[in-house]
C-alpha cells in the first residue's frame, strides 16, 4: 500500500535556522554554523524536551552541494530528523546551468532523483527520519512552462518517488510543497512556486488565485499520496 504520512504524525517538529553564510550579522552569534546549530539544538530541547529539531539540507548536483554535505556530516549527532530539501538534479540536457542565474524555470526537473536524495540522506543517518520539507516547481511569472509540465503533474511525480522511498522501508514522515503562495523569491517575483498566484505588482489587492493544482493538492492529502497505480510522467 502506497500512503504518505502528513507531518500531523510530528506536530512537535522544529526546524533550527541558522545563517551560515553571516553569523556575525545576528546579535550574540558567535562561532561558526556548525556551533551555532549544537546551541540551537541544545537550547530548544532544554526548552522542550520532547522537540524534534534539525536544520535543512538541500540535495542538488555537486559542487553547489557542498556545503551542505560538510554542514550535515558536521551536525548529524545534533538532529532530530533529515530535513530534505530537493528540487532538481542533472537532466540530459544540462538546464541546471540555468539555476546558476536564478532561472528555474528553465531548469528540467528530475522527480526520480528524489528517491536518490532520500536514499543517499538515509544512508548516511539511517537511524533518523525523513522529513521533505522543501520541493516545488517554478514558472516564469506565472507562464505556462515550455516544457509542459503543469503544478500538478510535478506534485503527483515527485510524490510517486517520494512513497518509492517509503516502499524500501525508509521512515519518511513529511512532505511540505513549496510554497502556499507566489512569493519573493531570489530578487525578485518572476519565479512563481505558489498553489496560488499573487499579481505582486498589477493587484494591490494581492488577491490569491487557485492554480489547478490546489485540488490535487487537496486529493493526495485526503487520500494519503498518489494512487498505488499512478504512472509516473517524468
Avoid: C
Avoid at 51 to 76: G, H, M
Wanted: glycine share 6%; aromatic share 12%.
Amino acid at each position: 500500500e502506497h500512503r504518505l504520512v502528513t507531518g500531523r504524525r510530528h506536530p512537535e517538529v522544529v526546524l533550527a535556522s541558522v545563517s551560515r553564510e553571516r553569523p556575525r550579522d545576528f546579535p550574540g552569534a558567535r562561532g561558526e554554523p556548525v556551533e551555532l546549530h549544537r546551541r540551537a539544538h541544545r537550547t530548544l530541547h532544554e526548552a522542550d524536551p520532547g522537540a524534534r529539531v534539525s536544520s535543512n539540507v538541500v540535495w542538488e548536483p555537486a559542487p553547489a552541494s557542498w556545503f551542505d554535505d560538510w554542514f550535515f556530516d558536521q551536525v548529524a549527532s545534533a538532529i532530530d530528523f533529515v530535513a530534505l530539501d530537493y528540487y532538481y538534479s542533472i537532466a540530459p540536457d544540462l538546464s541546471v546551468v540555468h539555476a546558476a542565474r536564478g532561472h528555474y524555470w528553465k531548469v528540467r526537473f528530475t522527480p526520480q532523483a528524489l528517491l536518490t536524495a532520500i536514499r543517499d540522506y538515509h544512508a548516511r543517518a539511517p537511524n533518523l527520519p525523513v522529513y521533505v520539507v522543501e520541493n516545488g516547481m517554478a514558472t516564469d511569472d506565472g507562464l505556462p512552462r515550455r516544457d509542459g509540465i503543469t503544478r500538478s503533474q510535478h506534485l503527483e511525480n515527485h510524490l510517486y518517488w517520494l512513497q518509492r522511498a517509503r516502499d524500501e522501508g525508509i521512515d519518511v514522515v513529511g512532505f511540505n510543497l513549496w510554497s502556499l503562495t507566489d512569493n519573493y523569491e531570489w530578487g525578485d517575483y518572476r519565479n512563481r512556486f505558489g498553489l496560488f498566484t499573487v499579481d505582486v505588482r498589477a493587484d494591490p489587492l494581492l488577491r490569491r488565485k487557485p492554480t489547478e493544482a490546489v485540488e490535487t493538492f487537496r486529493r493526495v492529502i485526503r487520500q494519503g499520496g498518489v494512487e498505488a497505480d499512478f504512472v509516473p510522467s517524468r
